[in-house]
């Protein structure tokens, strides 16, 4: 009996020791992995400090739970990558959210197996950036912009577009699927430099009604806006630009991504992306506009701003 007692109570003392044990694996394994989550993040990365970033940097700081850190690299490559490296050193990055084209290509380069959402970049098309990698795109779909284009001012029947190679083919072919589809001619300059773009809107301003801007960073220059912008005004020409900046300036009006509906839409993406990382992940058009009308620009071309269309703004430059 005493023989069977003390084996008794050497299998109960292991059977103790084993349940310590047990408790003490699963208390630092929920350590460890509390820390993890701790120290995981989000970087938001922006190319330099805009004012039109901070709209999507509210609205997607706002969407996600997890801790962000925000980078301003300033215009400078050098300053991106040390900052971006450091960034790794105190935490986990779980992804990155990048505002602007230097932003997005930088952070690419400098982590490129870490999921990227984008926005606020200028014909992504044109760069590869490595998978896992979605984003919303900067331009409003076409059809879109040419429909409401079209209700806004009725009296539009042809469009000039000057363009250079840097618009994406697709987008221009959606461009004369959106014109033919409601009646519209659309008379096409195409330029290879900046310099050209005057000459090139001297070859259409007899036959054209309204000019839009796409985002062409060649025909788009400080110099050739200001240009354009007098000329359109000179000749009674709707000049529709792509974003409320340039209506400020001097075009007539500008239908433009909501930039606070266009960061809760990226962190929406990025979540995706980081839950799926070796899915190709998608570009998406920004889901929500502003319409920003110039009615200073409207009264010089003869423009009637009536209540319908006035309702329909989002800013009315001049009557602020």
């Excluded at 760069?127 to 409003?140: K, Q, R, W």
Aim: glycine content about 6%; hydrophobic content about 45%.
């Amino acid at each position: 009996m005493i023989f069977r007692a003390s084996i008794s109570m050497a299998l109960g003392k292991r059977r103790s020791t084993r349940r310590s044990l047990l408790a003490l694996s699963c208390a630092m394994l929920l350590t460890l992995a509390y820390a993890v989550t701790v120290d995981a993040k989000i970087l938001i990365v922006k190319s330099d400090n805009l004012s039109q970033y901070e709209a999507p940097i509210r609205s997607f700081t706002t969407a996600t739970d997890d801790e962000v850190e925000i980078i301003d690299i300033q215009g400078s490559r050098e300053r991106g990558e040390r900052l971006l490296l450091k960034a790794t050193t105190s935490g986990t990055v779980r992804g990155i959210f990048a505002l602007g084209t230097q932003a997005a290509y930088l952070s690419k380069y400098v982590l490129p197996s870490v999921p990227m959402s984008f926005a606020m970049v200028l014909n992504w098309e044109h760069y590869e950036f490595a998978s896992p990698t979605t984003g919303v795109s900067v331009e409003i779909p076409v059809d879109v912009l040419f429909t409401r284009f079209r209700l806004l001012l009725p009296r539009i029947k042809r469009i000039g577009l000057i363009h250079s190679e840097r618009v994406s083919g697709q987008r221009l072919e959606a461009a004369r699927r959106a014109a033919q589809s409601l009646g519209i001619t659309l008379l096409e300059e195409k330029v290879r430099f900046a310099e050209d773009v005057p000459g090139a809107y001297r070859r259409i301003r007899n036959a054209i009604d309204a000019l839009w801007m796409p985002t062409d960073p060649v025909v788009v220059s400080r110099d050739n806006f200001r240009y354009l912008a007098q000329r359109c005004a000179k000749d009674e020409v709707a000049f529709l630009a792509f974003s409320e900046n340039f209506v400020r300036a001097g075009a007539l009006l500008s239908i433009s991504p909501d930039y606070g509906t266009m960061g809760s839409q990226a962190a929406v993406l990025l979540e995706k992306a980081i839950a799926a990382p070796n899915t190709p992940q998608e570009i998406q058009a920004p889901l929500g506009s502003s319409l920003v009308i110039n009615a200073e620009v409207a009264k010089e071309i003869g423009v009637d701003l009536d209540a319908a269309m006035l309702g329909m703004a989002d800013v009315v430059v001049g009557e602020e």
